[in-house]
């Protein structure tokens, strides 16, 4: 439990962790804010559909996992990411726009007496679709393909809606009243950062970016279904070819690659949560051979399903 050792560090402490950095002053004020709601490590529910605290007591080396789409922004501590070879750090004055769910590998960083602190934010299509109607349309000459996931700088308008988020966190009655608000005026001011277009592409319904979006939606509802690169190419109205290229220009993996992770971290969850059998996770995601679905597995995250 992190109910008695959650602390916020000093603005003036020196801090160890790599990437070093100051803590600005906005991250200090999060940090207080979030620390007395903060009672386990990994991700806990508030009183905001949609919103979660993130809390770790320690540092965690790199895990294999996946986040689905939102917002995540720490106000203590650091999380690195990494995504086959690149190397995606979010921390204090940044955040990650998570735009469509990819398998990574996660390292967090956290000091004693100073875990690490944040929230993450669902993105929810509904909602994105209604504010995306209130922006103007950006000039087509500069753009480029969005990342599907990137950290980003944080500037005042986003640490001051985050911080409003918090601060309504802090007493259910006016998390129910006004929460849903906050999360609007937090993902507006990402659909107008650096990572907006990201966002936006997802309800535009245009283009390859939103073909292979509406892809991973699918295979995330379907994934223990014996699935071909043709039949998801035809979803997506694309060739085979095109499908494979534009699949692995977002995702940074192919899609039997991307499927495979897929099935293995449903797996995991299946076994650390509701303590089903090694064979019976395996056919719940998908796999017809328990044997191959177990050299997989330890393949993957290092330990045997039955360890799990």
């Not at 590998?105 to 669902?122: H, K, N, V, W, Y």
């Not at 802090?170 to 950062?193: C, I, P, Y």
């Not at 719940?284 to 799990?308: N, W």
């Amino acid at each position: 439990m992190l109910e008695h050792s959650l602390q916020v560090s000093p603005s003036d402490q020196p801090d160890a962790i790599e990437p070093t950095r100051p803590a600005p002053d906005w991250a200090s004020r999060l940090a207080r804010a979030l620390a007395p709601l903060a009672r386990t490590n990994g991700f806990s529910a508030t009183h905001i559909d949609g919103v979660k605290l993130i809390a770790s007591e320690c540092s965690c080396p790199r895990t294999p996992l996946i986040y689905e789409p939102g917002l995540f922004i720490i106000a203590q501590g650091d999380k690195i990411g990494y995504l086959e070879d690149r190397v995606i750090h979010y921390g204090p004055g940044n955040y990650l726009v998570q735009a469509m769910p990819l398998p990574f590998e996660c390292e967090t960083l956290a000091r004693p007496g100073a875990p690490l602190l944040g929230l993450s934010i669902d993105v929810d299509p509904l909602t994105l679709s209604e504010l995306v109607h209130h922006l103007p349309t950006p000039a087509d000459g500069n753009r480029r393909s969005p990342e599907p996931m990137a950290a980003v700088p944080l500037d005042a308008t986003m640490a001051e809606a985050v911080q409003r988020l918090a601060d309504c966190l802090q007493d259910e009655s006016t998390s129910r009243a006004l929460g849903a608000g906050r999360v609007r005026e937090v993902l507006f001011a990402a659909l107008n950062g650096p990572q907006g277009q990201s966002l936006r592409e997802l309800v535009q319904q245009q283009g390859h970016y939103a073909r292979i979006a509406e892809s991973l939606n699918y295979l995330h509802r379907h994934f223990a279904l014996p699935l071909t690169v043709e039949a998801l190419a035809e979803r997506a109205n694309m060739s085979a070819s095109h499908f494979h290229h534009h699949f692995k220009r977002v995702t940074q993996l192919s899609p039997v690659q991307y499927l495979k992770r897929l099935r293995l971290l449903r797996a995991r969850v299946l076994l650390s949560q509701q303590r089903v059998n090694v064979a019976r996770a395996a056919g719940d995601v998908g796999y017809r051979s328990t044997s191959q679905f177990s050299r997989e597995y330890k393949r993957y995250f290092g330990v045997s399903p039955s360890q799990e």
